[in-house]
């Protein structure tokens, strides 16, 4: 098992949103999840109305800001991985489409076509000059650099939120998805930056989590930047496959037992 995969044994504290009621500390994982899952059951009928209609806002689409931050593909041939940058011009062509120019944690400038980008988060109050970027992206490097089980959500509690997020009609915000377990988990630009990493579990810069690195795929397909819940026999036979490999004590027996 890879360093760092180790799912936290400490209980994963709801809040109430949604009519959610808050659960106690409970000394075992078993006994906690069992108690969040009734606690989902009672409540879940409010909650998928609420995503439903979460669903039905359309966002119509702009020009990322200059000061944003963001994920993008570097665009070289054979190298998929992702970057973080910030954005330091923005223009809108008259063709149709956008074009940016973001500073990546190193200093260097890449410029970008909008479908370069794979996800942005608000501009950051420390960014005063573009020379900044390094101190404004090194919160999201750290989130980048840990494990998708490392990033504050259990891989039980995602499956509570994908039974939820089945409901709605249309692909949903990571915000959208994670709110209805517990808001805080997405209450800041770097924290959105967060759940994004749970719900795609792409490895950014050359942090290589093998171990834990596709959990989110197993319940979300991600479009554009929304997320749709997976047909429940897909997301069986991945949790299967999951499960059977030879490091699957990283998830915990709650979530392959279950």
Same mark, same amino acid.
């Given at each position: 098992?890879?360093?760092?995969?180790?799912?936290?044994?400490?209980?994963?504290?709801?809040?109430?949103?949604?009519?959610?009621?808050?659960?106690?500390?409970?000394?075992?994982?078993?006994?906690?999840?069992?108690?969040?899952?009734? =606690?989902? *059951?009672?409540?879940?009928?409010? %909650? #998928?109305?609420?995503?439903?209609?979460?669903? !039905? /806002? @359309?966002?119509?689409? &702009?020009?990322?800001?200059?000061?944003?931050?963001?994920?993008?593909?570097?665009?070289?041939?054979?190298?998929?991985?992702?970057?973080?940058?910030?954005?330091?011009?923005?223009?809108?062509?008259?063709?149709?489409?956008?074009?940016?120019?973001?500073?990546?944690?190193?200093?260097?400038?890449?410029?970008?076509?909008?479908?370069?980008?794979?996800?942005?988060?608000?501009?950051?109050?420390?960014?005063?000059?573009?020379?900044?970027?390094?101190?404004?992206?090194?919160?999201?490097?750290?989130?980048?650099?840990?494990?998708?089980?490392?990033?504050?959500?259990?891989?039980?509690?995602?499956?509570?939120?994908?039974?939820? =997020?089945? *409901?709605?009609?249309?692909?949903? %915000? #990571?915000?959208?998805?994670?709110?209805?377990? !517990? /808001? @805080?988990?997405?209450? &800041?630009?770097?924290?959105?930056?967060?759940?994004?990493?749970?719900?795609?579990?792409?490895?950014?810069?050359?942090?290589?989590?093998?171990?834990?690195?596709?959990?989110?795929?197993?319940?979300?397909?991600?479009?554009?930047?929304?997320?749709?819940?997976?047909?429940?026999?897909?997301?069986?036979?991945?949790?299967?496959?999951?499960?059977?490999?030879?490091?699957?004590?990283?998830?915990?027996?709650?979530?392959?037992?279950?």
């Amino acid at each position: 098992m890879g360093a760092g995969c180790t799912v936290p044994k400490s209980m994963f504290f709801v809040g109430a949103p949604l009519g959610f009621a808050p659960l106690v500390s409970i000394s075992t994982r078993t006994s906690s999840y069992s108690l969040h899952r009734s =606690a989902v *059951e009672y409540s879940l009928r409010r %909650s #998928a109305v609420f995503l439903k209609e979460a669903s !039905d /806002e @359309a966002e119509p689409p &702009s020009l990322h800001g200059v000061g944003s931050i963001c994920e993008f593909d570097e665009g070289k041939q054979g190298h998929a991985r992702g970057l973080l940058g910030v954005i330091i011009k923005a223009e809108s062509k008259a063709k149709g489409g956008a074009r940016y120019e973001v500073l990546d944690a190193d200093g260097r400038t890449h410029p970008i076509k909008a479908a370069q980008v794979r996800a942005t988060f608000a501009a950051s109050k420390k960014l005063k000059d573009p020379l900044d970027a390094p101190l404004v992206l090194a919160d999201y490097v750290r989130v980048a650099e840990k494990a998708p089980t490392e990033l504050g959500v259990e891989p039980e509690m995602l499956e509570v939120a994908w039974e939820l =997020a089945s *409901e709605a009609d249309a692909p949903l %915000s #990571a915000k959208q998805i994670l709110g209805v377990i !517990d /808001e @805080a988990l997405c209450a &800041s630009p770097v924290q959105l930056f967060a759940a994004y990493r749970l719900l795609t579990s792409e490895e950014l810069m050359h942090s290589l989590h093998s171990a834990c690195r596709d959990v989110g795929r197993v319940f979300f397909k991600a479009i554009g930047d929304k997320y749709k819940a997976k047909a429940a026999k897909a997301v069986a036979a991945s949790k299967s496959a999951l499960c059977s490999a030879a490091d699957a004590d990283a998830y915990g027996d709650e979530f392959c037992l279950v």
